[in-house]
C-alpha cells in the first residue's frame, strides 16, 4: 500500500536519515536505526540521507566518522548524496533563529549565568518549578541592551505539545514543563535542538526513525517546528537495545562496535537479518534475505520493550545465511573478514580452491573463520603438511590401508557414493570400522583430526590430488610423532 502511495505522484517520496554523533566507533544500536531508515527508504523507492551531527567540535574526529562510514558501507546501507555536515549548515541554523525573532516565535534573551543560576536557585528555595522564565521575554525591544544575547523559542505556556509516535503511541507533554530553550547560544553557535529541526526539514526528511533516548527531545523539537510553520517527520522511537540480561547494553555485555563484528567473522548480510530482528518482528521469521526485509519492514512491527542482543541467535542467523549464501558472496564475505582481521584478500588461486569446496564444508559453520577452517584441506597445496595428532593415523597399518586403496580409488567412477562403497568394502574386508580408514585419510587429505567429511574432501580434491597426496603420505612413511 506504502509501495502504490509513494509512486503515485500523491505521496512525497519518502526520506529518511540516520544522524549519528560521530565521537567515538559505529555502535551497534546505532547500525540498527541505520538500518531500520534504510530498510523503510529503500524498501518504499524513497531516500536514505546521512548527516554527520559534528557540532560538538571537541568531541568529534575525523576517525569517528570515518568508523561510521566504513561500518555502514559494509553493512551495505549506501546513502542518497553526500554525507551532510551539520557543522557546515552553522550559519543556516542561525538564520532560522533570526526569523524566529522576526516572526516573534523567539526573542532575545540577555540574561547572564549567573542571573539564570541564581533565579534557579530562588525557585528551588521557594520550592517553585526551577524552569527557568526569561525576563526577556515579554521585554520591548527599545530596553536591549547592546550585550550578548541567546535566542530563545517562545514556547506556549498553556496546554500540552504531542507526538504522536508510530512506536509510543501519543506522547503529551505539558507546556508548563518546557521551557524556553535556547535556539542560538550567546556566541552566536546554534544548539544541537535546532540544528536538527533545521537540517531535517531542509534535507526533506519525512520519516525519523531513532532510539528512544531522543523521545523528550522530540517534543522540543516539535516547538520549532510549530514556531516555523513547519510539518513535523512522523516519528518512531524505537527501545534501546539491552543485553542478555535485560540491561542497557554496555561494554560488559560483548561487542558494542560493528567493526568487532565484521572481525568475528558475522557476514554482512547475516548482520543485517539479526540487526533487522532485533526490536522489530514479521510474524516468526528469524532467518529472511535483505530482499525479504525490505519488503516487510514497516514500523508497525517496531516493539515497544528493548530487543536483547543475544549471540546464540546471531551465530545462528549467522550459520543460516553462510549455509545458503552465492559462493562468490561468500568469498567477498570472506575477504571483507580478512581485511578487518588484518589478513591478506584471497588470492585468485585461492578462491578458484574455495569455491567448490565451500558448499560441502559450509553447513554448521557459523561464522566465516569457521567455514575457512573446515576449508582448510583445500587451501593448502602439496606436500600436505601433517599436524602431530594427526600424524599419529599414519602408523603402519594405515600404510598398507592406504596401499590397499590406492589402486581402487584410482579406478573408481568419482561419485561419492561409489567412493563410500569403496572404502566400505575394505573395510569389511578387513574386519574393521570405517573410522580406521577415515582416519589416516585425513591425515594425508587435509593433514589434521578434524576436517569435513572424508568423501566430501575426495569430491573437492578429485582423483588426481587425492591420489597425489595419498602418495605423499605413503612416500613419507609412518610418522613417528616426536622423532625428528
Ligand atoms: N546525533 C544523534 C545521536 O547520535 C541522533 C539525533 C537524531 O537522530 O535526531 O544520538
Same mark, same amino acid.
Given at each position: 500500500m506504502v509501495n502504490a502511495a509513494a509512486s503515485d505522484g500523491q505521496t512525497p517520496p519518502v526520506v529518511t536519515r540516520f544522524a549519528p554523533s560521530p565521537t567515538g566507533f559505529l555502535h551497534i544500536g546505532s547500525a540498527r536505526t541505520a538500518l531500520f531508515n534504510w530498510l523503510y527508504a529503500r524498501g518504499r523507492g524513497g531516500r536514505f540521507l546521512l548527516r554527520i551531527e559534528d557540532t560538538d567540535l571537541a568531541r568529534s574526529t575525523p576517525e569517528a566518522t570515518e568508523a561510521i562510514l566504513s561500518g555502514l558501507t559494509w553493512l551495505g546501507l549506501d546513502w542518497d548524496g553526500e554525507a551532510v555536515s551539520q557543522a557546515d549548515r552553522a550559519p543556516r541554523h542561525a538564520e532560522i533563529a533570526r526569523q524566529m525573532v522576526e516572526s516573534g516565535t523567539a526573542y532575545k534573551c540577555f540574561a547572564t549565568r549567573e542571573e539564570i543560576e541564581a533565579a534557579r536557585e530562588a525557585a528551588r528555595a521557594q520550592g517553585r518549578s526551577t524552569l527557568f522564565r526569561s525576563p526577556w521575554r515579554d521585554a520591548d525591544p527599545a530596553s536591549h541592551p547592546d550585550a550578548p544575547y541567546a535566542i530563545r523559542v517562545r514556547a506556549p505556556l498553556e496546554g500540552e505539545t504531542v507526538i504522536?509516535? $508510530?512506536? !509510543?503511541?501519543?506522547?503529551? @507533554?505539558?507546556?508548563?514543563?518546557?521551557?524556553?530553550?535556547?535556539?542560538?547560544?550567546?556566541?552566536?553557535?546554534?544548539?544541537?535542538?535546532?540544528?536538527?529541526?533545521?537540517?531535517?526539514?531542509?534535507?526533506?526528511? $519525512?520519516?525519523?526513525?531513532?532510539?528512544?533516548?531522543?523521545?523528550?527531545?522530540?517534543?522540543?523539537?516539535?516547538? @520549532?517546528?510549530?514556531?516555523?510553520?513547519?510539518?513535523?517527520?512522523?516519528?518512531?522511537?524505537?527501545?534501546? @537495545?539491552?543485553?542478555?540480561?535485560?540491561?542497557?547494553?554496555?561494554?560488559?555485555?560483548? =561487542?558494542?562496535?560493528?567493526?568487532?563484528?565484521?572481525?568475528?567473522?558475522?557476514?554482512?548480510?547475516?548482520?543485517?537479518?539479526?540487526?533487522?530482528?532485533?526490536?522489530?518482528?514479521?510474524?516468526?521469521?528469524?532467518?529472511?534475505?535483505?530482499?525479504?526485509?525490505?519488503?516487510?519492514?514497516?514500523?508497525?512491527? @517496531?516493539?515497544?520493550?528493548?530487543?536483547?542482543?543475544?549471540?546464540?541467535?546471531?551465530? +545462528?542467523?549467522?550459520? !543460516? +545465511?553462510?549455509a545458503s549464501m552465492e559462493t562468490d558472496d561468500l568469498l567477498d564475505a570472506i575477504d571483507a573478514w580478512r581485511d578487518a582481521a588484518d589478513l591478506a584478500p584471497l588470492t585468485r588461486a585461492e578462491r578458484d580452491a574455495l569455491a567448490p569446496a565451500l558448499p560441502l564444508v559450509r553447513s554448521g559453520a557459523r561464522r566465516l573463520p569457521d567455514l575457512l577452517d573446515r576449508a582448510h584441506f583445500a587451501m593448502v597445496s602439496r606436500p600436505v603438511e601433517v599436524d602431530p595428532k594427526a600424524a599419529k593415523a599414519l602408523?603402519?597399518? =594405515?600404510?598398507?590401508?592406504?596401499?590397499?586403496?590406492?589402486? !581402487?580409488?584410482?579406478?573408481?567412477?568419482?561419485?561419492?557414493?561409489?567412493?563410500?562403497?569403496?572404502?566400505?568394502?575394505?573395510?569389511?574386508?578387513?574386519?574393521?570400522?570405517?573410522?580406521?580408514?577415515?582416519?589416516?585419510?585425513?591425515?594425508?587429505?587435509?593433514?589434521? $583430526?578434524?576436517?569435513?567429511?572424508?568423501?566430501?574432501?575426495?569430491?573437492?580434491?578429485?582423483?588426481n590430488e587425492t591420489l597425489a597426496r595419498i602418495d605423499d603420505a605413503m612416500k613419507t612413511g609412518p610418522l613417528r610423532p616426536g622423532a625428528a
Open positions: 504522536e509516535d $508510530t512506536v !509510543q503511541g501519543r506522547v503529551s @507533554i505539558r507546556n508548563d514543563q518546557l521551557d524556553d530553550m535556547i535556539v542560538l547560544r550567546s556566541d552566536g553557535t546554534p544548539t544541537y535542538m535546532l540544528a536538527v529541526v533545521v537540517d531535517d526539514h531542509d534535507m526533506g526528511v $519525512t520519516h525519523v526513525i531513532r532510539g528512544d533516548d531522543h523521545l523528550n527531545n522530540a517534543a522540543r523539537q516539535g516547538l @520549532i517546528y510549530a514556531a516555523m510553520g513547519w510539518d513535523q517527520p512522523a516519528m518512531a522511537h524505537i527501545p534501546l @537495545i539491552h543485553g542478555e540480561d535485560g540491561k542497557k547494553l554496555s561494554k560488559r555485555h560483548g =561487542a558494542l562496535g560493528v567493526a568487532e563484528y565484521v572481525a568475528m567473522g558475522y557476514p554482512a548480510a547475516a548482520m543485517r537479518n539479526y540487526l533487522a530482528r532485533l526490536g522489530w518482528s514479521h510474524g516468526d521469521d528469524e532467518v529472511f534475505s535483505t530482499g525479504q526485509a525490505l519488503e516487510w519492514f514497516d514500523t508497525d512491527g @517496531i516493539g515497544k520493550s528493548p530487543a536483547r542482543l543475544d549471540f546464540k541467535k546471531l551465530d +545462528h542467523v549467522s550459520g !543460516q +545465511h553462510i602408523d603402519p597399518a =594405515a600404510m598398507d590401508l592406504l596401499a590397499d586403496l590406492t589402486p !581402487q580409488l584410482r579406478n573408481a567412477s568419482w561419485e561419492r557414493d561409489t567412493l563410500e562403497s569403496v572404502a566400505g568394502a575394505i573395510a569389511a574386508s578387513r574386519g574393521i570400522g570405517l573410522g580406521k580408514i577415515a582416519g589416516p585419510m585425513r591425515a594425508a587429505l587435509a593433514g589434521r $583430526t578434524a576436517t569435513p567429511s572424508v568423501f566430501d574432501m575426495m569430491m573437492v580434491l578429485g582423483r
